[in-house]
């Protein structure tokens, strides 16, 4: 199956007051054709750098980025033609719903402009009803007093409702989710993500989407990515990963999440996500890791395929118990 | 292993000091907030001991050595001589004094007053002292600074105390109202509802939580508006308000000199570049502040 | 549309209350003022009769309520400001012959200090962090530190002997049946005296650029800074994405948020250029309203100092409504909490 996100080897970094923030250190990453795919890792690993890199909205300063490839639908986004062939293939979901929208036009002007851009010749009406068709699609009662409302008269869920609808107004191949029911009600967000869950297997699209909610993600994607600290740690198939996780940082955030079987309190993972500024020159996690060895200190590991499948895990521990299989 | 000790409980003891030290590191790495923070001690210096520094102190007064008069800068007259033959460096020097001396008097009116009534009015939320007070600065601030100013100056007498609680009568309203935003906006904040359901008084809310969050922005704002009120006080004094003659002052050395523009042009320019250096200054210095105070918020 | 109505109709009256307070607040002063002005503007020579005539005349006899109302009734009735004891006649004649022109030099300044930027703050933070930039915000920050009357000066002095396109001080002479308002380049549009409105403009530049030049700078700092800040706002990332065109992207989805921080600081532009104005027009001989209100406020005469405070009162409260609701108006947020 064709790729059609493929990341080589990004590298962010900011520059801040107090020196420079290595937030990515490396990292490759692809989506093919149809895939759903999950990214997870603990708030402040980079996993936002990474989704606005792919969509090519990372601006450079404060940000600094290199990177080998950046490729949507197998063309590099690099260059002019490159970044307009990103806006005609991905469209992106936003964290926090209150401020995706602006918050000086009406809902209908921001659909309008996008619409606009799409097809630009079209009359009034045909424009309005593809704008209610789009807020139908996400079940939005009274589409047309919310066309005519500006981002503040609506709830949190009734935007992001729309930000997603927004989001699917173009028929594009690749949708990316950045926390799309963090700023939500625990009550919105399943439906939320049944709703994005249903729209892209509904429209064939493939997802990158990126979660707390990891029953969610177990629920609707194919294959997960687990980060930590800016570097990828795990990959396989969602399926793989939940029933055995590898990495032992992919293990605790496992067990980090509350069971409904489960007794007693979820287990947490003791520690903090290390500084960005001068981070430890060995594995990222080992300071918080119960296998740590002296290996794990010196030298970073790097991912290694496991087994036959497409299972990929960066570390020493985890490789060593595999090879000795 | 005892030193290790003692710096960590260096640290646990002075954390107000470290941020301290935090501050100063992130606020002398930046060279323009320095180079403000030199310009305000060098003003400062000029201010105190400014009849040591010039060379010709005695050329503040009317002294007349018409034989030097009009004469172009040089090594001894660093920005010449004016029409009577004085020492405009001399006299731009002593000219510093009461500039700082009415942004002095300002704010030491205006701050105190205008914070007090904003913490009145902020304190008293929604009652009649709020609405009162709201009244009160905007009748304040209906007029413009300068024509507020100028019209008190007038009124009583025209010399630089009255030209300074001019300015002062325009100016404390501001200071109302930030005082004023900032405690409304504190106390909707969550952490003052909790204090307040713990059951410690308003009055030590106001001073513990309050405060020091206050005191930073007060100032920040104070630095910023030395340079503005030496920026009034020089347009003032330009229109013939304030100092009187033959005390020299920054604004009216400038407009005595513009008659004689362009041949004798330092009369008028030097001490122009001298109010444009001192607010400058005192404006670097001010953004600096707010650089590293607002990081420390963050 | 009723709900904007009504918040207009508040803030008028709330503009009118505060402006009737302003004015009792003068009187109170006027009248604490040490010495007699009726006095001492009759001179020396002048009988003990004459004078306490002339203050009977004036008011100055009655109690402080009274004479504030009176006055009151003067202006909202005949839209007569009292006598001018300076000048010696109606102070609303001195008005309208001062004013005008004034106000045409104020309005010009406020227009250019609005557009210019505006203007440079855009160009500026879309060219964040190059040499334009740079170039833009060093000379920012010299407009915003230096007085009014040093760029006053320094244009003096440019062209002072140049005998170029744009004079300095004097205006070009409207004849007589062209004088509709005073206000000598909007006279001479309205009697459709075009070379007649491309002098007085160009008489207009230079003081206009040196009452306006400090808050322009300053202007164009708050422009630039609330658009850098609003460019990596989330909802323009996410009207990129989903593909608004750039052009748009710009002028709609980036400006209108941007515009409100600097609407907001915009009032406080216009009374330093009102302020700016009294030096500007000593520097340039304009006899304008600002050389009249120096007079008259050096001269402590009561009814001119009265006139002058509410003039500037009113058009300061004015700018400053108009400030308000095109606030309201750019940001639903404030609109709609107010209607509230």
């Known amino acids: 199956m064709a790729e059609i996100l493929k990341i080589e080897n990004l590298s962010v970094q900011y520059q801040v007051y107090e020196g420079v923030l290595e937030v990515i250190p490396g990292l490759s990453l692809h989506v093919r054709e149809g895939e759903r795919v999950g990214l997870i890792g603990e708030t402040g690993c980079g996993k936002t750098t990474v989704l606005k890199a792919a969509a090519a909205v990372l601006h450079c300063p404060p940000a600094k980025m290199q990177v080998d490839t950046i490729e949507v639908c197998g063309m590099a986004t690099n260059s002019r033609a490159g970044v307009k062939n990103v806006r005609k293939n991905v469209s992106m979901i936003f964290q926090d719903p209150s401020t995706a929208l602006n918050p000086t036009l009406k809902i209908s002007t921001q659909m309008m402009d996008i619409l606009k851009s799409q097809f630009p010749k079209l009359s009034r009406a045909s424009y309005t009803e593809k704008m209610m068709d789009a807020l139908r699609s996400v079940s939005m009662p009274a589409p047309e007093r919310v066309l005519d409302s500006y981002p503040i008269q609506l709830s949190g869920g009734m935007r992001q409702r729309v930000c997603i609808s927004m989001a699917l107004m173009k028929d594009t191949r690749l949708i990316i989710a950045d926390e799309p029911t963090t700023a939500l009600d625990v009550t919105i967000e399943e439906q939320i993500l049944e709703l994005l869950d249903h729209l892209v297997q509904e429209k064939k699209k493939s997802l990158i989407i990126v979660s707390h909610a990891l029953g969610a993600i177990r629920k609707i994607t194919d294959y997960v990515y687990v980060m930590y600290a800016g570097n990828i740690v795990e990959y396989g198939t969602t399926r793989e990963v939940f029933q055995s996780p590898l990495h032992p940082y992919t293990d605790g955030l496992l067990a980090a999440t509350p069971k409904l079987t489960g007794d007693g309190i979820a287990d947490g993972i003791a520690g903090d996500i290390p500084r960005y500024i001068n981070p430890p020159k060995g594995c990222r996690f080992a300071d918080r890791c119960p296998r740590a060895s002296a290996q794990c200190r010196e030298q970073a590991p790097t991912l290694q395929p496991i087994g036959s499948g497409e299972r990929l895990v960066a570390c020493f521990a985890a490789q060593k118990e595999a090879k000795a299989l | ?298 | 549309m009723k709900k904007s109505g009504n918040m207009i109709l508040k803030k008028i009256l709330h503009m009118v209350f505060i402006l009737l307070l302003l004015s009792l607040i003068v009187f109170s002063f006027i009248r604490l003022i040490p010495g007699d002005p009726v006095k001492s503007s009759l001179g020396p020579l002048a009988s003990e009769d004459t004078i306490a005539q002339y203050r009977h005349q004036l008011y100055f006899d009655r109690p402080l309520l009274v004479q504030w109302f009176h006055w009151l009734t003067g202006v909202v009735t005949r839209g007569d400001f009292g006598t001018s004891l300076y000048t010696h006649r109606a102070v609303s004649l001195d008005i309208a012959q001062y004013l005008p022109k004034s106000l045409e030099l104020c309005a010009l300044a406020a227009l250019l200090i609005l557009v210019l930027g505006v203007f440079f703050g855009t160009l500026a933070a879309l060219f964040k962090n190059t040499w334009v930039d740079n170039l833009i915000r060093f000379i920012t920050y010299l407009g915003v530190v230096t007085p009014a009357y040093a760029f006053g000066i320094v244009f003096l002095l440019i062209f002072a002997y140049g005998k170029g396109a744009f004079p300095i001080g004097g205006f070009p002479t409207i004849p007589a049946e062209f004088v509709r308002t005073g206000a000598p380049a909007l006279d001479c549009l309205l009697s459709g005296q075009f070379a007649l409105f491309v002098k007085c403009m160009q008489s207009y530049f230079l003081p206009c650029i040196s009452v306006a030049i400090g808050s322009i700078a300053y202007q164009a700092r708050i422009h630039r800074s609330s658009m850098v800040e609003n460019v990596n706002a989330d909802y323009i990332a996410f009207a990129e994405v989903a593909g608004v065109s750039k052009g748009k992207l710009i002028c709609k989805h980036l400006m209108k948020p941007s515009f409100i921080p600097t609407l907001t600081v915009y009032g406080l532009q216009v009374a330093s250029l009102l302020g700016n104005a009294f030096i500007i027009e000593n520097i340039f001989r304009i006899n304008g309203f600002s050389q009249y209100a120096l007079n008259v406020i050096l001269n402590k005469d009561p009814y001119g100092i009265i006139a002058v405070t509410i003039i500037f009162g009113i058009i300061f409260s004015v700018v400053n409504m108009l400030v308000d609701i095109g606030v309201a108006m750019l940001d639903p947020r404030i609109r709609l909490r107010g209607g509230q």
């Open chain 2, 1 to 298: 292993m005892a030193k290790t000790h003692s710096t960590l409980e260096a640290q646990q003891y002075h954390p107000k000091l470290e941020m301290l030290k935090r501050s100063w590191y992130k606020f002398s790495k930046n060279p323009m907030s320095m180079i403000g923070l030199i310009i305000v001690v060098l003003v400062f210096c000029v201010t105190a001991f400014c009849n040591v520094i010039a060379p010709f102190a005695e050329d503040a007064g009317i002294i007349t050595h018409m034989s030097e008069a009009f004469q172009g800068p040089s090594l001894k007259h660093l920005c010449g001589t004016d029409d009577y033959g004085r020492d405009v460096f001399s006299r731009m020097l002593i000219g510093f004094r009461p500039s700082m001396g009415i942004a002095a008097i300002v704010l030491l009116i205006s701050v105190p007053l205008g914070v007090f009534l904003g913490l009145l009015a902020g304190y008293y939320q929604g009652t009649l002292v709020d609405t009162v007070i709201t009244r009160i600065t905007e009748l304040f601030m209906s007029v413009p600074p300068l024509i507020l100013a100028m019209v008190v100056c007038c009124m009583f007498t025209n010399n630089y105390v009255f030209c300074a609680l001019g300015i002062a009568v325009a100016w404390w309203p501001w200071y109302t109202r930030i005082t004023y935003n900032l405690v409304v906006s504190l106390t909707n904040e969550l952490y003052i509802t909790y204090t307040e359901l713990s059951g410690i008084g308003m009055l030590r809310i106001i001073f513990s939580e309050m405060l020091p969050n206050l005191v930073s922005s007060i100032i920040t704002k104070m630095t910023l508006d030395t340079g503005s009120i030496i920026l009034t006080a020089s347009s003032m004094s330009y229109v013939g308000l304030g100092v009187q003659p033959p005390t020299p002052s920054l604004g009216s050395m400038v407009s005595d000199g513009v008659s004689y523009l362009p041949e004798y042009w330092w009369l008028s320019v030097m001490p122009a570049v001298a109010v444009i250096v001192i607010v400058m200054g005192f404006n670097l210095l001010g953004d600096g502040l707010t650089d590293v105070l607002s990081v420390e918020e963050k």
